[in-house]
């Protein structure tokens, strides 16, 4: 089973801009992670947000978490065309050993 | 950080034969180890939990006897699909975590196979 949504389901903006993604979940969680696909490989870890944090900044990435609403946004600021894939939170399982993945969201930079 | 090695990273089948698809730990240990399935331009599903020495551990929906997992090892576990059919064709993702750390930690993943049935 999926863990949630994210919007929006495709992202298409330029060099330079930022690029928001959300992400919704259904059940408590002690943390949420973003995870990275190119297309057609693995997924690269990126972030990880605890329950007990609002905020967490990497590099250009920005994460914020809203526990109340159940939600994440990833933000990536100064995007480049090699931040070019899909981008995925995802939460444990209700049994608390395997990460669900939302729906993903697909960014589109272009130079 | 650490290295999930997934092999094939692609293969084409006739139906009814039987696809095995590795995943290894290179460089640390995992107990555990996550089989995910994914079409395109879709999410991954979680299919299977692989426990070292143990049965795995499937979820809902996901027919065991087609879909077996192997982890004969700390390093290393399969999954073979048995009498493959075309609606097998997908993209599949293998996971691991480190002995000992929790779900709280990052997880680490194979660069996938993409099997295609014909």
């Known amino acids: 089973s999926q863990q949630g949504e994210e919007d929006p389901q495709a992202l298409s903006i330029q060099e330079g801009e930022n690029a928001t993604m959300n992400c919704s979940y259904k059940t408590s969680i002690n943390n949420l992670q973003w995870y990275r696909q190119n297309s057609g490989r693995g997924l690269v870890h990126l972030i990880l947000?605890?329950?007990?944090?609002r905020e967490k900044h990497s590099g250009r990435l920005r994460v914020t978490l809203d526990t109340s609403k159940k939600s994440s946004s990833l933000l990536i600021t100064a995007s480049r065309a090699a931040d070019t894939a899909s981008y995925f939170c995802?939460?444990?399982?209700?049994?608390?050993?395997?990460?669900?993945f939302g729906k993903g969201t697909t960014l589109s930079v272009s130079s | 950080g650490a290295v999930v090695s997934q092999h094939p990273s692609w293969v084409i089948c006739k139906s009814g034969t039987s696809v095995k698809i590795e995943c290894r730990s290179l460089?640390?240990?995992?107990?555990?180890m996550f089989w995910y399935r994914q079409f395109p331009k879709q999410s991954l599903m979680l299919m299977a939990t692989s426990n070292e020495g143990s049965k795995a551990t499937y979820e809902q929906g996901v027919e065991k006897d087609k879909f077996l997992i192997n982890h004969a090892s700390l390093t290393l576990s399969t999954l073979t699909v048995t009498s493959a059919h075309p609606e097998d064709s997908s993209f599949y993702i293998c996971?691991?975590?480190?002995?000992?750390?929790?779900?709280?930690?990052?997880?680490?993943f194979g660069q996938g196979t993409r099997l295609t049935v014909v």
């Open positions: 996971s691991a975590r480190e002995t000992g750390s929790l779900i709280n930690t990052e997880a680490f």
């Open positions: 995802a939460t444990a399982n209700q049994a608390g050993t395997a990460l669900i």
């Open positions: 460089d640390f240990q995992a107990t555990t």
């Open positions: 947000i605890r329950s007990n944090e």
